[in-house]
């Protein structure tokens, strides 16, 4: 069964709001079993346009991060960087 990856690019333009996000967004991740890969770090732009806050969360399935991202508990987290951030979030399915 193919893993499952949430990839996020983000920009920042509330830290406080954000900070309230990530840690309700932390807690589902590992209550769904979500390994981050990335989070944030140093980064250089070498096509199109780069975002300075870059995330990799790898499930061990497509399914399991599907109901990562639709769980009550990120969708709460999700709630709080409403306006807290610009951002693209994919889910991508990967080996």
């Known amino acids: ?5 949430v990839i996020a690019r983000v920009t920042v333009t ?3 709001a954000y900070a309230e996000y990530a840690k309700g967004a932390t807690a589902a991740i590992q209550q769904y079993g979500g390994r981050p890969l990335v989070r944030g770090g140093a980064y250089e732009a070498l096509e199109g346009e ?3 806050r870059n995330v990799v969360i790898e499930f061990d399935s497509v399914e399991q991060a599907r109901t990562y991202y639709h769980s009550p508990e990120y969708q709460a987290a999700k ?3 409403d306006g807290a951030c610009v951002a693209e979030f994919v889910l991508v399915e990967g080996a």
Do not use: S, W
């Open 79 to 81: 709630a709080k960087r």
């Open 14 to 16: 509330n830290p406080e």
């Open 1 to 5: 069964m193919p893993k499952g990856y």
């Open 50 to 52: 780069a975002r300075p």
